[in-house]
């Protein structure tokens, strides 16, 4: 059991969901869909169709040259991209 406040971000790809958190990662069968169903949505933002970040472990939003936007993490190196429909999340921020 991972406690849904050390993750920072879910990951899905076609068979299992990547649990990314504070020590280490771990791997569920749960899709993306049923997630999102179970956790906060003003805590945890779906920010492309296959990853749904905790908001409170991005460091900024970065808008690239040809218009698409990658969000950093606190303390990761991993940089996750945002899908142009979900792009409207970060404005005003």
Known sequence: MIP???VVFFE???R???VVHGGGEAFIRTPLKGLLARLAP???WQVHRSIIVNQ???ASAIRQ???GM???L???EERLLVSRHFQSLFRGQ
């Open 16 to 18: 299992y969901t990547r």
């Open 65 to 67: 040259d040809d218009g």
């Open 70 to 72: 990658v969000v950093t």
């Open 12 to 14: 899905s790809d076609a």
């Open 74 to 76: 606190r303390d990761r």
């Open 42 to 44: 003003e805590r945890f």
């Open 4 to 6: 849904v406040d050390e």
């Open 56 to 58: 409170r472990a991005i």
